[in-house]
């Protein structure tokens, strides 16, 4: 026991440093080994034009798998800018707006993931999966935005709802 455990430890530590960060899994880190050690909403851009390119050559599975890593990085973004826009407030403005205009951005990135990933669910005809992403759009862009009304009208064309949402676009000023 004690010289398996020693064995064990002895081979932990003479690991090579590559081997020991792709064990890593978080969504943080999928995206930072993914594009070069960046944490951002390009990274989470990067991960939906990646499962953008699955779809389109017919691999739903490894897009489904690209869409729902940009989906947790983009609400790990989210999160974090929120905690670090709340810890300077009072303190220097500069840095909440900075965090809010980043959380705007990572709001909308997590929208557009949850619409692909809606997508490709629905292509693979699980739409009672599909159904509680596009709920997820619906409230975080609500019903008034495009994606809104996106999300809105797949869950009418689902038929989880039943009565059609037909407010005018908003005007572009």
Sequence with gaps: MRRTLLTASLALALAPLPALAQA????????????????????????????????????????????????????SLLSFYRDLGGAFRGLDARIPRAMDANGREAIEALAS?????????????????????????????????????????????????SIPYNAPAPSAN
């Design 113 to 161: 993931a949850n619409l692909r990933l809606a997508a490709a669910y629905r292509r693979q005809s699980q739409s009672e999966v599909a159904v509680p992403l596009l709920v997820e759009v619906v409230k975080l862009m609500t019903p008034a935005s495009a994606d809104g009304r996106k999300a809105y009208q797949q869950l009418l064309e689902v038929g989880f709802v």
């Design 24 to 75: 890593d899994t978080t969504p943080a880190a999928a995206v930072a080994a993914s594009s070069g050690d960046t944490f951002n909403i390009s990274s989470v851009e990067a991960l939906l034009a990646e499962g953008d390119a699955q779809a389109a050559s017919g691999d739903l599975s490894g897009a489904v798998a690209s869409y729902d890593k940009a989906r947790n990085a983009a609400r």
